[in-house]
């Protein structure tokens, strides 16, 4: 029932540039989107990131942070998993 809702398991990121507008970030960002979802899904389905009663676990290690999105697709976890 809530859209977005849950931890955030992974985030994408884009520079700033001077002039941008609302529609030039959408537009850059929209492939990010893209990319970031399909790289949670396939950690998901693949039993790599999971739910459990501490939060995002991957590999059954707590994330302490959002994974990120790579250049190359591939998500990363940052260092501070517990």
Known sequence: ???DGGPVIAQ???DTVSGDTPESLAGRLLPRE???LCACVDA???GLVTL???GVMLDGVRLTQP???LS?????AA???E
């Open 1 to 3: 029932a809530e859209l």
């Open 12 to 14: 994408a990121t884009i």
């Open 34 to 36: 893209h990319a970031l």
């Open 44 to 46: 998901i389905a693949r």
């Open 52 to 54: 459990g009663e501490r």
């Open 67 to 69: 994974m990120n999105l």
């Open 72 to 76: 190359d697709g591939q998500l990363c």
């Open 79 to 81: 260092v501070g998993a």
